[in-house]
């Protein structure tokens, strides 16, 4: 028997209200359809909860936002999620409940993790300090680095400087912490090269001795700073004298930056995760656990994450197609970012209608990475073939693959998992089965099949092409519950994304 219960909040102090006897269609009410998709529980639906008019005007002034629970005796609690609609209708009210994945949606995020690049440096002018005078030098920024040089016949002293300065997403979350880049410096002795934070001025000096001298830094600020950083140099002798060398022989470049927010060596996609689910926690403490118990761990250094403005849904699928993982939310407001498929069930079913067609519209046996370099023009990876795809098919068929990163090695991981996912025919496919069934061979309620479980066809006759054999075992992308009739509709994952399923219990009046 499955229930609907609706409390005030996730903590569920007081229950408003238990649907349950309403739900079933001989009592006028009906339609209850609850899902799961790829980020956890999704939408909830009852069309109609039959009432009068005085006790539905209670449940539109319900406060908050309600809890919203649906449960069978033998599955247990097979949904949850937040009311956010409640509509009259004829005969009752109509309620919408939404997955805690939505908490991901309230607030946008503002934050710098790692930037690497030159698009944010910009020219330091008087308005930012009276000592400026770019007008006396030559600079530029390009792919080579942050480059400035005196220009000949200019006076100058340490009123006449010239400065690159950086500056974070105002009000950002991460202040600046570690900056990491490469020098080259070839000044006359008696100038100066630094590094400056607005909290703090030298963070790194370097002195010229009238000959080429370089290196590489990694400086992490002795005080975190929201505002500005800035590459100064400058003639160190109050009194102005004529700069009498070529403009060019002398000069500073700043080149292979990346600006952070953290003051470890590496940004990992768990650590942005975890702090996602803290923040959406800090504004809304109700709608997502600040835990990150079911975060894992995750290699790969990513480069340029640089977020203005943008939800933290956004920000974890970007993440998604950068690591291969998955993220979600199901019970207890958890926030989940883990290796996609590592968790789910696994299911049998017995078909009893097969229809197949296969498909060449998402097939891409062949790709590229399309990557930015420190100015923001497009740069392309080699491209990557699927050797066995192109000769099975006949076809080579191309596509790239976009990524926001200056980083080549992350372009190529982001492309060859795409290709990963798309170098096959897709096939769809109507299929029909009267039961569900665990590995043990039990009976096992429609109710708890949920997204990312897997279904295995175990009728599917030996004797079928290899295509249309990878429709005998499939992950769920998405599944979508109808309490009367009872049926289940499915949506497997990649790699057969257009992949329908449809499984009806026996007596729903399905063939």
Same mark, same amino acid.
């Given at each position: 028997m499955i229930s609907v219960q609706i409390f005030d909040s996730p903590d569920k102090n007081q229950r408003l209200a238990d649907y349950t006897t309403r739900i079933h269609p001989s009592r006028g009410g009906g339609g209850l359809t609850f899902g799961s998709g790829p980020h956890g529980f999704a939408a909830c639906s009852l069309p109609l909860v039959p009432m009068g008019l005085r006790e539905s005007l209670t449940v539109l002034g319900w406060p908050g936002v309600p809890h919203v629970v649906v449960s069978d005796n033998i599955a247990g609690i097979c949904w949850e999620g937040r009311l956010e609609d409640r509509e009259q209708v004829a005969g009752g009210v109509g309620l919408t409940a939404l997955g805690y994945a939505r908490a991901l949606g309230d607030v946008p995020y503002t934050a710098l993790w790692s930037e690497t690049g030159y698009g944010r440096w910009r020219v330091g002018v008087q308005d930012d300090a009276a000592t400026m005078r770019p007008e006396r030098w030559q600079s530029s920024a390009g792919v080579d680095g942050l480059y400035a040089a005196p220009r000949k016949g200019e006076d100058f002293s340490s009123s006449h400087r010239f400065a690159w300065y950086y500056e974070p997403p105002d009000d950002a979350v991460q202040e600046i912490s570690r900056i990491e880049f490469d020098w080259e410096l070839n000044l006359p002795t008696g100038w100066t090269a630094r590094l400056d934070a607005e909290s703090n001025s030298a963070e790194w000096i370097e002195t010229g001795s009238g000959a080429l001298d370089s290196g590489s830094e990694t400086v992490t600020l002795t005080a975190s700073d929201e505002g500005w950083i800035r590459f100064l140099v400058f003639r160190?002798?109050? +009194?102005?004298?004529?700069?009498?060398? =070529?403009?060019?022989?002398?000069? #500073?470049? *700043?080149?292979? *930056?990346? !600006?952070?927010? !953290?003051?470890?060596?590496?940004?990992?996609? &768990?650590?942005?995760?975890?702090?996602?689910?803290?923040?959406?926690?800090?504004?809304?403490?109700?709608? $997502?656990? &600040?835990?990150?118990? $079911?975060?894992?761990?995750?290699?790969?250094?990513?480069?340029? =994450?640089?977020?203005?403005? =943008?939800?933290?849904?956004? *920000? #974890?699928?970007?993440?998604?197609?950068?690591?291969?993982?998955?993220?979600? @939310?199901?019970?207890?407001?958890? $926030?989940?970012?883990?290796?996609?498929?590592?968790?789910?069930? +696994?299911?049998?079913?017995? !078909?009893?209608?097969?229809? @197949?067609?296969?498909?060449?519209?998402? $097939?891409?046996?062949?790709?590229?990475g399309a990557y930015q370099d420190?100015?923001?023009?497009?740069?392309?990876? &080699? @491209?990557? &073939?699927? =050797?066995?795809?192109?000769?099975?098919?006949?076809?080579?068929?191309?596509?790239?693959v976009s990524v926001r990163t200056t980083d080549e090695t992350q372009a190529e991981a982001h492309r060859d998992a795409y290709l990963a996912d798309n170098s096959t025919y897709a096939i769809r496919a109507s299929v029909v089965f009267t039961a569900l069934y665990n590995e043990s061979g039990g009976r096992v309620p429609l109710t708890a099949l949920r997204a990312h479980d897997t279904i295995v066809l175990r009728n599917l006759p030996p004797m079928v092409s290899a295509d249309v054999a990878t429709i005998r075992e499939f992950m769920l992308a998405r599944c979508e519950y109808q309490a009367a009739p009872e049926v289940i509709w499915v949506e497997p994952d990649v790699p057969i994304p257009t992949l329908v399923t449809m499984i009806a219990r026996e007596g729903a009046g399905l063939s």
């Open positions: 160190s002798n109050a +009194t102005a004298a004529e700069y009498t060398g =070529e403009t060019g022989d002398s000069y #500073l470049l *700043i080149s292979n *930056i990346r !600006v952070m927010g !953290v003051t470890g060596s590496a940004v990992a996609a &768990d650590d942005i995760a975890a702090a996602l689910a803290a923040f959406v926690n800090g504004v809304n403490d109700d709608q $997502l656990s &600040d835990s990150a118990a $079911l975060i894992e761990a995750s290699t790969d250094d990513l480069y340029d =994450e640089l977020y203005g403005d =943008e939800y933290p849904a956004d *920000i #974890l699928d970007r993440l998604v197609g950068l690591t291969g993982f998955e993220w979600g @939310v199901w019970h207890n407001q958890l $926030l989940h970012f883990r290796e996609k498929g590592s968790w789910g069930k +696994t299911y049998y079913v017995d !078909v009893t209608s097969l229809q @197949v067609q296969k498909s060449l519209e998402p $097939l891409r046996n062949s790709a590229y420190a100015n923001g023009r497009t740069l392309r990876t &080699d @491209v990557a &073939d699927d =050797e066995f795809s192109q000769e099975q098919h006949g076809l080579i068929r191309r596509t790239a």
